[in-house]
């Protein structure tokens, strides 16, 4: 048994709510090829469906996947139509491959959602070889206020529930693997704008889209919503109205000694 979010309930609409942009996509895949030892074999923690293994393998990169949700790694076969990652059902705190295995290792915003973090980092440090590279991210996080303020109210109406069960902060990985020796590179931020409204973020937080709802029941769910929505209507204005939304993507390199 794992205590690790398992996304197998967010598998059938996975690719539609956590798909990076086609100009995120564009940013993201050369710059990772960039950090990765060209011609050696790459492991993908939280490998999902494949929404970055799969483009990087279309780059040359060698990858192997791994990820406890069974159902995710059906989509990711489906997907790659016979030509994906070799991939199995593994919790990233007990990896099934002997020390140096891989030349790299990704991780990307999957870290946050292992409670047992360090000792994922552990192994992860232990199946790269010595002088190998993991490229990690926390996870997007929202840069305007009206987001801020309304997921806050929402969680506070629904109890403050505790999130996340891993890092909260790519700051807190930084460290993690400075104790080990690793020398930290800040990557480029990749920074997504688009428009959404009160209702739009309200719908999907009291849909229990996001992994930050999934320990709130469907009724404390829309009892958050609904009196979130009216502190909103009295604070923020218009629910209707689009509005400005920022997310930003913070990644790393991680080189291990």
Not at 13 to 22: E, G, I, M, N, S
């Amino acid at each position: 048994m794992t205590d690790s979010i398992s996304f197998d309930r967010a598998a059938p609409y996975y690719d539609c709510t956590r798909a990076f942009p086609d100009d995120v996509m564009e940013r993201l895949i050369p710059m990772l090829t960039r950090e990765l030892p060209p011609g050696e074999r790459c492991l993908e923690i939280g490998v999902g469906t494949g929404r970055i293994a799969l483009p990087l393998m279309r780059e040359g990169i060698r990858i192997v996947g791994v990820d406890i949700a069974a159902e995710m790694l059906r989509r990711l076969i489906d997907k790659a139509g016979g030509s994906g990652p070799p991939a199995a059902i593994a919790d990233a705190t007990r990896l099934p491959f002997a020390d140096g295995t891989f030349g790299s290792a990704i991780a990307a915003h999957v870290l946050h959602l292992i409670p047992g973090w360090r000792t994922a980092i552990d192994e992860v440090t232990r199946v790269v070889r010595p002088g190998g590279v993991l490229v990690a991210s926390r996870g997007a996080s929202t840069r305007t206020e009206w987001q801020h303020q309304v997921r806050r109210r929402f969680f506070a109406e629904a109890g403050d529930p505790p999130w996340p069960p891993g890092i909260n902060r790519i700051e807190e990985l930084d460290d993690g693997m400075r104790a080990r020796g690793a020398a930290v590179h800040e990557l480029p931020e990749l920074d997504r704008e688009d428009l959404a409204s009160i209702n739009d973020l309200l719908a999907a937080l009291e849909g229990g889209i996001w992994s930050a709802c999934w320990a709130l029941d469907e009724a404390t769910r829309q009892r958050a919503a609904t009196a979130t929505r009216e502190w909103a209507g009295r604070e923020l204005g218009d629910l209707d109205q689009p509005r400005p939304t920022l997310y930003s993507s913070v990644w790393r390199a991680y080189w291990l000694p």
